[in-house]
């Protein structure tokens, strides 16, 4: 990846399991990196399953799967920029909180949805 170590979707609790993200979903996000032209930077990625309960996440987690991670952001030109460069790129699973963006592809969920935290 250009603009990522793979250690930057490490559950917090096993070193090394940013492995386990699904590659074709990391190259996705790299295209959308450079076309963003901002930082990313990656708040949650891969997720254990004890990391996944101990965060309140659900038990079928895209992030369990390394189909998902979080993007922090809180600014909202950054914001628009990281999204519109997530859709270019053909993700179509987009969450959106005040501190980060939540983005997955997973095709075991509903696909063309946006949503908000």
């Not at 793979?6 to 979903?25: A, T, W, Y």
């Not at 990391?26 to 963003?36: E, I």
């Not at 993700?91 to 949805?113: E, L, M, P, Y």
Request: charged share 25%.
């Amino acid at each position: 990846m250009k603009n990522f170590n793979v250690n930057e979707f490490d559950s917090p609790d096993e070193i090394g399991s940013g492995e386990f993200m699904d590659k074709d979903f990391l190259f996705m996000l790299d295209k959308a990196r450079d076309l963003a032209g901002v930082s990313f930077v990656i708040t949650s990625g891969y997720r254990t399953e004890s990391h996944n309960s101990k965060v309140g996440g659900v038990s079928n987690s895209s992030h369990r799967k390394g189909l998902a991670c979080d993007i922090a952001c809180s600014d909202s030109r950054k914001r628009s920029n990281i999204i519109t460069a997530l859709l270019a790129v053909g993700f179509t699973r987009i969450g959106v909180a005040s501190s980060f963006i939540h983005v997955d592809n997973d095709s075991d969920k509903s696909q063309d949805v946006i949503w908000t935290y």
